[in-house]
């Protein structure tokens, strides 16, 4: 129970979504899908974002973030369930056992996915560790849309086709713009702590008030984009997902920063997956 709170699982609904949809856009302009190659993928992507998760549980406490009283759910080793060094260990395994699946994804896309591993598993540790983490600043929502988003997806679907095209960059910034939502929801929760603690974060320096105009605009940027690309009847399907994209934009709007921001970082991970399982389905059925 204590790893599966460390590892975060609620959140692997990220990675999964954006490498789900390069892989079925693939799948629909190629006609077919090379799958030993898209299950390693996800599996390379998901230990990265795993390792991620570790380092920050663990980072977090040594910083001093997650000593006090915090918003968030528990944390495995500030409540003393794990120690730092083993979750740290745990963590460098994770990424160990993405290299090795990367060097099978190297065979196959060449020297670009060797540039974009390479830089994966530095991020998963620079993220929380190192003398600058990334997590610190407030460049974490930008990192994140370009990881999980751009990166993420583009990697995956040139895997898959050895190319890049237009509509991959605009999936890549739908995925990367709900990822990032997601990420701006943790940090808006836990802005009055992280300045305690000297983590000046992009909700730190820009407030509640364009917080909350900065997160409905990120969960509007997936829909007017998919609407600019709408050609079938089908492709309205992801839209049925807006009710629930509005009630979210709603509850940030209206509840002042508390635990109930858990319920709303949960929700929209889901909204993610809901957006991103019903545009699969949209593009089988065009």
């Not at 795993?50 to 977090?60: E, K, V």
């Not at 983490?133 to 974490?140: A, F, K, N, T, W």
């Not at 990367?176 to 992280?194: E, I, K, P, Q, Y």
Request: glycine share 10%; net charge positive; charged share 10%.
């Amino acid at each position: 129970m204590a790893w599966m709170l460390a590892a975060r699982p609620h959140t692997l609904g990220v990675t999964l979504s954006g490498v789900l949809a390069a892989c079925t856009l693939a799948w629909h302009q190629k006609g077919g899908l090379d799958w030993p190659v898209a299950i390693v993928t996800f599996l390379a992507a998901i230990l990265i974002q795993i390792a991620t998760n570790l380092f920050n549980d663990a980072g977090d406490y040594e910083s001093g973030i997650d000593r006090g009283e915090r918003l968030g759910p528990d944390r495995a080793v500030a409540k003393g369930w794990l120690g730092t060094r083993q979750v740290k260990q745990a963590g460098l395994g994770c990424l160990a056992l993405a290299f090795v699946l990367g060097v099978y994804l190297v065979v196959v896309g060449g020297w670009p996915i060797v540039l974009l591993g390479l830089v994966a598993l530095f991020c998963g540790w620079a993220y929380t560790l190192g003398p600058a983490p990334i997590s610190h600043g407030p460049l974490g929502e930008i990192f994140v849309w370009v990881f999980f988003g751009l990166a993420a997806v583009l990697g995956t679907y040139y895997l898959q086709t050895g190319t890049l095209s237009r509509q991959i960059w605009i999936l890549g910034h739908m995925m990367g713009a709900f990822a990032s939502a997601v990420m701006l929801v943790n940090n808006t929760r836990d802005a009055a702590s992280d300045v305690l603690a000297g983590k000046y974060t992009l909700a730190v320096r820009i407030g509640l008030p364009a917080c909350r105009l900065l997160y409905a605009g990120m969960l509007a940027v997936p829909y007017l984009l998919a609407l600019s690309q709408a050609r079938h009847w089908a492709h309205v399907l992801p839209h049925l997902t807006l009710p629930l994209a509005v009630l979210l934009v709603y509850r940030m709007a209206t509840w002042p920063p508390s635990k109930r921001y858990n319920w709303l970082l949960a929700r929209t991970a889901h909204l993610q997956l809901a957006f991103t399982v019903l545009w699969v389905l949209a593009l089988i059925l065009d």
